[in-house]
């Protein structure tokens, strides 16, 4: 082998491309390098695969690596000497070549397609970031820009492992969906994504789902260290992206059932704001409430000047109310919340139905309300059963069907359905027989969906409770209630005898005192002078003594 610094022979590096920049780099002082650089013609003679290799091994006596790049935008090369290397060159397919190239490539592959009934300009990107399993990639810098006429509403949607994290530098105001997690340069610590579909159609639904119905980019490209994005699209100039909208964002502080809305933001997270002193929807007088961490605001979907409109989502506005040397503006960042399509259960304690409870009481009304969205066709849909489960007890079916089963069942009216929201509601008595077992608590299960196949179920977890067995004492045996009351009369017991002990060793001593022996006389003259006499005999039979 030869000295430090040096390579044993001659080093040539077969650059085939018209115009390629490259900066290579060589643990070895004497590299030697002889760049063929080929023009159109060129490539077409030497032809490529085994065509190249063969004349790069007539003309230089051997071949240590071999690289195919398409549209190669920047090159840096790490070369060494292999003394291992085998006496013939062949390419090996996903061979990981991190170590030894980096390369800026042009990628083409980029797909895109809309709905056919697309009625929105809404447009979504995506990056499907695909990496073998000898991949040691899990950081990816992801560079987005877009031009002055791009518009802005638009979603970036980003997969990749679990394990992948994602350092955007983003000039853009432009919504965020990624899987594993991110930081965005305004933030400290990272974020976590959602989870995402990992297939080609998966990602296109998830963005129709989202109400994207335009795909204006779709890249499957290998895992990299370091992605660029820019975004061409023409259209009216979107408004200059400002702080409160990338923070908000990016945070995603909204979320929807299907009757509310809840903001929830932590406060430290707008520090880069700064100076926000209020946060309102819409409509003002839905103020957030604040304390030292948090700002907090829920509202019912159908208030607060928010609209329903689209499939599935709820459209309102965060107005920030900064205030900065005695002057106060406001910031508007207009949002969507999606409404989930599942199956909410709710237990009240009376008809009104309001402040719903996890509470089951024996021997008492209840009241139950199902409930979900669906914005194709809700009258589709239906209440197909609920069951009232328990432990060491029969699971009671109370309604089948849309129809009552058990007994003490009723099935109510509910309100009638607005903004493609279904509601169901019914009343039962949970009875439990005489001397039967009670159990601490029970499951509502209920199932709806549409008359085909499509089922949604959920379960609520309730708490039961006994009028002759208070909910505070639930949780106590008949053992730890013995141990507790022994342990009552004990140290009651003990206290006792320390205050009797006090007593007798401090009260008045007043029979020592002497008493005149020539006291008046009287009918028990006899008796007081026995017991007030300080004369005693150690044979003393006195019954006072």
């Known amino acids: 082998a030869p000295g430090a610094g040096a390579c044993s022979r001659p080093a040539v590096l077969i650059l085939l491309c018209s115009r390629c920049p490259a900066r290579i780099t060589s643990p070895c002082s004497n590299l030697i390098l002889r760049t063929v650089s080929a023009t159109a013609p060129q490539k077409e003679q030497l032809g490529g695969g085994s065509r190249l290799l063969a004349w790069a091994l007539a003309a230089y006596g051997g071949i240590t690596s071999y690289s195919e790049l398409q549209d190669p935008r920047r090159l840096q090369l790490h070369l060494g000497e292999d003394a291992h290397s085998p006496p013939e060159c062949v390419p090996q397919e996903n061979f990981n070549a991190i170590p030894h190239l980096e390369a800026e490539v042009f990628f083409h592959g980029v797909k895109s397609c809309s709905r056919s009934d697309a009625q929105s300009t809404r447009a979504a990107h995506i990056i499907h970031l695909q990496s073998e399993p000898s991949s040691s990639i899990t950081r990816v810098n992801l560079s987005l820009s877009c031009s002055q006429n791009s518009a802005g509403n638009q979603i970036l949607i980003l997969q990749s492992k679990a394990n992948f994290t994602w350092f955007l530098s983003a000039e853009c105001n432009i919504q965020l969906l990624v899987s594993g997690s991110y930081k965005m340069p305004l933030f400290s610590m990272l974020i976590p994504g959602n989870p995402l579909p990992d297939t080609e159609q998966g990602l296109i639904a998830e963005a129709f789902e989202k109400n994207y119905s335009v795909i204006a980019s779709y890249s ?261 209630v013995l141990g507790i009351t022994f342990g009552a009369f004990l140290i009651g017991a003990l206290l006792t005898a320390v205050l009797w002990y006090i007593y007798s060793h401090t009260r008045p001593i007043s029979k020592l005192q002497p008493v005149s022996s020539t006291a008046p006389a009287s009918e028990s003259s006899s008796t007081n002078h026995s017991i007030g006499s300080t004369q005693s005999t150690p044979c003393s039979t006195s019954s006072m003594a």
């Open 220 to 480: 499957a490209i290998p895992a990299s260290s370091h992605i660029s994005l820019q975004i061409h699209e023409h259209g009216e100039a979107p408004a200059p992206p400002d702080l409160p909208h990338q923070v908000l964002r990016t945070l995603k502080p909204w979320k929807c059932t299907d009757e509310t809305m809840e903001i929830v933001i932590i406060r430290s997270y707008l520090e880069p704001i700064k100076d926000v002193v209020n946060i309102t929807l819409r409509d003002i007088r839905c103020q957030a409430e604040k304390n030292a961490t948090h700002f907090m605001l829920k509202s019912p979907l159908s208030h607060c000047g928010t609209s329903l409109e689209g499939r599935g989502y709820a459209n309102n506005e965060l107005i920030l109310s900064l205030a900065k040397d005695a002057v106060l503006r406001s910031v508007r960042v207009g949002f969507q919340c999606e409404i989930p399509r599942e199956l909410f259960l709710r237990l009240f304690p009376t008809a009104d139905f309001k402040a719903p409870q996890t509470e089951l009481e024996i021997n008492k009304e209840a009241f139950v309300q199902a409930s979900m969205r669906w914005m194709d066709h809700p009258a589709d849909l239906q209440l197909k059963e609920c069951w009232l489960v328990a432990s060491e007890r029969e699971p009671v079916l109370l309604v089948q069907g849309g129809q009552a089963r058990g007994a003490g069942v009723a099935v109510l009216d509910g309100p009638p359905s607005s903004h493609g929201r279904k509601v169901w509601r019914f009343r039962f008595t949970y009875s439990v027989p005489e001397g039967g077992h009670i159990p601490f608590s029970a499951f509502l299960r209920c199932k709806a969906g549409l008359q085909n196949d499509t089922i949604f179920e959920k379960v609520l977890e309730v708490r039961v409770k006994d009028a002759w067995r208070p909910l505070n004492y639930r949780g106590l045996g008949l053992g730890a």
